[in-house]
């Protein structure tokens, strides 16, 4: 399928021969076809592949990438939900955007310009990742009279190696929520993994009537950490009905409220529709 970018192209009449959709940016016949067009700059974003020197070589002007992260923090794959997991839970509420000279080391380049971004403490990592590359694309805008002019080369940062920290890939595996942790870091992992892979956990649906014990799987959509400690008075693997929430109490005396979830191959619910669907059984964690 045409990228976002692709089909704009193609529906205002740009020709289809000119948009290259090679698997790798090393294809001989790529840079071949790349090189004959004598492109002056090329500008990526949310590329996923390393370019070859090859490529980097073509642009005289070289080659900028956008990457919603404030470098050198965040190089890699997945700088946006790997900041919503981990940056703003040491207690940093802020990220945005650089754009950045490309070189041949994973998003080293010099530094031509940022924009820094509060954060808000519900913001999922989609609509955050929309946000930043509007952003950014606001910024290159910006800089592209200095980036033709050849004065941004001269006022590009070097990034500091050592400050550098990675955003690695993130895995279906890692989807899983494990309620040993704190309620902060759990809800930060749900907003870092909305849309792909989620988040997930396994609960056990207990009937009373007879003890049967059946074991659900439940994508975890939008949560909230309580205000307050674990309700008394419950087991500790209880889940419990708070107001709006189903609440799982997890360490620390901490309690995630889960607002809405998603039974597989099911619509999102509200946790009050699950609840009201349980009929008096028991939810408890697995």
Request: hydrophobic letters at 45%; proline letters at 7%.
């Amino acid at each position: 399928m045409p990228s976002p970018v692709a089909q704009y192209a193609l529906d205002r009449g740009f020709s289809s021969d000119l948009i290259f959709t090679p698997e790798k940016a090393g294809e001989d016949m790529f840079l071949s076809n790349l090189k004959a067009l004598q492109p002056e700059l090329c500008i990526t974003a949310a590329y996923g592949n390393i370019l070859p020197r090859k490529f980097l070589n073509i642009p005289p002007l070289g080659t900028v990438n956008i990457h919603p992260s404030l470098l050198p923090l965040y190089r890699g794959a997945a700088p946006v939900q790997r900041a919503l997991q981990v940056h703003l839970f040491d207690g940093v509420k802020e990220t945005g955007v650089s754009l950045a000279f490309t070189v041949r080391a994973l998003d080293a380049g010099p530094v031509i310009a940022c924009e820094r971004l509060e954060v808000d403490d519900q913001i999922k990592a989609p609509d955050l990742l929309e946000f930043l590359f509007s952003k950014g694309s606001e910024l290159l805008i910006h800089e592209l009279p200095s980036i033709l002019d050849g004065t941004a080369k001269v006022k590009a940062i070097p990034q500091d190696d050592s400050k550098a920290t990675l955003a690695p890939k993130i895995t279906p595996e890692e989807s899983w929520l494990y309620f040993d942790k704190e309620a902060l870091v759990l809800h930060n992992k749900v907003r870092a993994f909305a849309g792909w892979p989620g988040t997930r956990a396994k609960v056990v649906v207990v009937d009373n009537k007879n003890g049967h014990r059946n074991i659900l799987e439940l994508k975890i959509i939008t949560t909230r950490v309580c205000s307050h400690n674990n309700v008394q008075g419950n087991e500790v693997d209880d889940v419990t009905f708070v107001k709006d929430a189903l609440a799982f109490p997890c360490a620390g005396c901490t309690t995630l409220e889960v607002l809405e979830i998603q039974l597989p191959g099911k619509k999102v619910i509200s946790a009050a529709a699950f609840w009201n669907g349980l009929r008096g059984q028991k939810v408890k964690k697995l």
